[in-house]
Nanobody, 129 residues
Framework: QVQLVESGGGLVQAGGSLRLSCVAS????????LGWFRQAPGEERDFVAA??????????ADTDSMKGRFTISRDNPKKTVYLQMNSLKPEDTAVYYC????????????????????WGQGTQVTVSS
């Protein structure tokens, strides 16, 4: 069983930045693909970013609304994955979820919710205009 605990959400003004963190209980942590998803009220849970076990491979949602503003990274010794979010917009308001998958990067779909076996409880991000 893997437990994921997100933190770092909050209220921020448009144009500001936040860094989300997700600490995992996974052992060994380095075996897992890690992803971030977000869900706005009344919307589906959407892919934001994913990172391979080594951190060499990253994948971001191919949407103009997020491109170039979000960066995913991981620190395996600390069992933590991060999502740096810059130039935040009101439309970034959502609950952000961390997810972990034991599947390998190749042959899986890191953008798909069904690729992930474990999920955190989410952290709220609210961006005011």
């Amino acid at each position: 069983q893997v437990q994921l605990v997100e933190s770092g959400g909050g209220l921020v003004q448009a144009g500001g930045s936040l860094r989300l963190s997700c600490v995992a209980s996974a052992r060994p942590f380095s075996n897992y693909i890690l992803g971030w998803f977000r869900q706005a009220p009344g919307e589906e849970r959407d892919f934001v970013a994913a990172i391979s076990w080594s951190g060499v491979r990253t994948l971001y949602a191919d949407t103009d609304s997020m491109k170039g503003r979000f960066t995913i990274s991981r620190d395996n010794p600390k069992k933590t994955v991060y999502l740096q979010m810059n130039s935040l917009k009101p439309e970034d308001t959502a609950v952000y979820y961390c997810a972990a998958s034991v599947q390998g990067w190749s042959g899986s779909d890191p953008q798909s919710r069904t690729n992930y076996e474990y999920w955190g409880q989410g952290t709220q991000v609210t961006v005011s205009s």
